[in-house]
């Protein structure tokens, strides 16, 4: 969970409301002027337990995308098989093993400002899950998606409990549907001089 959205050293960032019917154009345009011109493979780590509605957001985003059966992205991170604070180290380095020189996409649940409540906010650079709680999680992802669940700044241990459902699981339907935007934009493009992309097996692994 990153509480206060604190990023990686590179910050560039594109927000938008989950609700917003040009989310999907609008992002996908953001987070392909980020991708290098010949990434290997891209993966997508979502962050977060089912333990917590508010920190539901990354687990469920996987569980959604994984069922979409994208064709060239490698996901972890699902309510099955979580990555979360515990696993995190673990996860990491599994997919610098597995997946070297890989473009990874990190999505985590956020709270923030009452009026950013449901948005999605893009960022160029590693997400820190934990920041805020002084844990020592490693930053991961080259981009990251933040989804803003709730309001911030006091208990946020008790906001995150007590998150509804409803906006969490809309929020995580939003992003999975992004993502496999970005999926079938990858499939279009695999050929193009411009990405220069290369077709992947799709296989997704566990840590347990």
Known sequence: M????????QQENFRMLHTNPDLQDEMLAKIFSWIPKQPKECVVVCIGTDRSTGDALGPLTGTYLTEMQPKNLTIYGTLKYPVHATNLSDYIQLIGEAHQQSFIIAIDAGLGKSGSVGYLIA????????????????PVGDVHITGVVNVGGFMEASVLQNTRLSIVSDMAHKTADLLSGFDRQLSREKFSPSLGLKSNKKGTLHYM
């Open 2 to 9: 990153n509480l206060k959205k604190r990023f990686g050293l």
């Open 123 to 138: 960022g160029k650079g590693s997400i820190k899950p934990g920041a805020a709680l002084n844990k020592p999680l490693p």
